[in-house]
């Protein structure tokens, strides 16, 4: 049974300022009006901003940093044809602990699925490492960001897991349910913690009820069920939709680097002018990019940007999906359509392609 | 052994040369991994031989044609650097006039008599170039990169996404976003610059050339959208791109 308190705002705010002080507590903050980032904060007020909307980079910047140094290699000797002996240094294991406060349900879900695929096959040590330092306290949302999010269409809205520590506003106080033992550990530490009384569980209620009927209409922004994409997007493959969403599309990349889910990255050497000593980094890249899929050679295996640009729906929506037991790599948070300067928004792309094209008026 | 290296100019400002020249934390290192044989702004002598050219400026006289075709003959790998010589940069809009209305513009009478001037050209669009540094100016560590990769036996890396992609690596405010009237060529422009003008408070204006692919009619939509006339709009486009091979896109 996992354990809910109540804990009056001041109190809470006290515990994350004592969070603050003993290591890094990052939460959603405006850098300009419209426009929040994660960054370091030493109070609880980031959770009170009504404005929020998600973040221009999602949470997935502390596990896996847009750009980062795998590890460093040291040449012995000149190079050869046959290549360069090296020996490798690999980069600290041990990171340092770090509190996201305020995540909100989409990028918990997001979290969840990252965690997912880097677990999946090879073990990712660099972003494992970087999530195991991480403690996630998440916050319900009560209310709709912005026109954008269609986090109830793909099932994100509400998370069973992938947090520490779920807070729900009661107004003047919150109420703090624990999703791990990690989190049941750390809730034991907030001072002026008391239990849900029964008028503390019937406001919850009420609230999940509210929520209920906030959301309801977001759920309508995509025409079915978002676990019938798999199946719809099997049948989509040649719809002429995909040439006009390409036609627009400027290929540049955006929706695939501000996505809470996309996890792939490009890998580069960089070697100082004596030639002796190098670093192999890494840092995101994206599908909808034109290099993405080309190899050796110059081959490219999506050459056009309509066919890289269903690749990242089907990615989203079929691929993965069918990887992973259904889960929607899509978590609806609308990233990806805020930073589309041609407005292309994938519910829209889904409700399109889900219909047959042609027909009598075409 | 090491290789000889020219570092050669063309019509340019030669601000390209100048930042090799300020790389002073890397110059020893560069000179210890390299034979530099010519370099016209840093020493007078002048090779005869050299396996290995970086070549600035754009080609904007008949003069200098004959003059890139030996260092074409003589290098092994020919480099473009910086924006005249790769895409042929702000020299290139003159090409928007006659070679009489230039001449007439900047000399007045005389100047016929004197100059020659023929519509301005990037290097490759002369001679076969094989690696190209791009920028107005140059990034430093982009040179330092494209000589340890030369050094390496690697093909040098040139990113061929936009400039939106480091924007989003700093996670940068998009300029569309801000609420300056500035506008951004991002979405079309090579990157490799780590974003800087968008970073300090500017925009893109497009010295590292067109990405393969370029979607000129979106961003001219979003451009618009904005609040620029679509001639405006073509007008940035053109700034560093007259003379760039892929210009004529942006016009259809």
Known sequence: ?362 | MKPRVGIFSFSSCEGCQLQILNMENELLDIVGAIDLVTFREAMDPVARDYDVAFVEGSITRESEIPMLEEIRRKADVLVALGACATIGGVNAMKNKFSPEENLQEVYGDAGSEYYDTIPTRGIDEVVDVDYYIHGCPIDRTDFAQTVTSLLLGKRPYTPNFPVCVECRLKENVCVYDRDDDEICLGPVIRAGCSAVCPSFGSACIGCRGYVDQANFDSLIKVMVEHGIDEEEAKKKLRMFNTGNAKAQEVEA
């Open chain 1, 1 to 362: 049974m996992k354990s809910l308190k109540i804990v009056p705002k001041d109190a809470f705010d006290s515990f994350v300022r004592s969070l603050a002080e003993d290591g890094e507590v990052v939460a959603p903050v405006a850098r300009e009006p419209g426009q929040y980032v994660y960054d370091s904060v030493s109070d609880a007020s980031a959770l009170e901003d009504e404005d929020y909307i998600p973040t221009l980079n999602p949470p997935k910047k502390y596990f896996m940093p847009a750009e980062e140094v795998l590890f460093k290699f040291t040449g012995k000797g000149a190079p050869t044809h046959s290549g360069v002996e090296v020996e490798t240094e690999a980069q600290a294991e041990a990171e340092e602990e770090i509190v996201l406060l305020g995540v909100r349900p989409c990028d918990v879900a997001a979290i969840r699925l990252t965690d997912q695929a880097f677990e999946d096959t090879y073990e990712d040590e660099h972003y494992l490492n970087r999530r195991d330092a991480a403690t996630i306290i998440a916050m319900n949302c009560q209310e709709l960001c912005d026109e954008h999010a269609f986090c109830a269409a793909m099932g994100s809205l509400k998370v069973e897991a992938g947090y520490d520590l779920l807070l729900t506003d009661l107004g003047d106080a919150w109420a703090v349910a624990a999703g791990t033992e990690k989190g049941e550990q750390l809730l034991q530490q907030i001072p002026g913690a008391r239990d849900a009384d029964a008028a503390a569980q019937k406001k919850l209620q009420d609230l999940t009820d509210q929520q209920e009927e906030n959301f309801e209409n977001v759920k309508d922004r995509l025409d079915f069920p978002a676990e019938d994409l798999p199946e719809i997007l099997g049948e989509a493959e040649d719809h002429p939709a995909w040439q006009e969403f390409g036609d627009e599309c400027m290929g540049c990349g955006r929706c695939n680097l501000v996505c809470p889910t996309c996890f792939c990255f490009d890998v580069l050497d960089e070697v100082d002018l004596g030639l002796e000593e190098g670093e192999r980094k890494r840092q995101w890249d994206g599908c909808t990019l034109l290099e993405f899929a080309m190899v050796a050679g110059g081959e490219n295996f999506r050459e056009d940007r309509d066919e890289r640009l269903r690749h990242r729906f089907y990615r989203k929506a079929k691929y993965l999906p069918e990887r992973y037991d259904g889960d929607m790599y899509c978590t609806g948070c609308g990233r990806c359509i805020r930073t589309c300067l041609v407005d292309i928004d994938p519910a829209e792309v889904f409700n399109t392609v889900a219909e047959k094209p042609g027909g009598e008026a075409s």
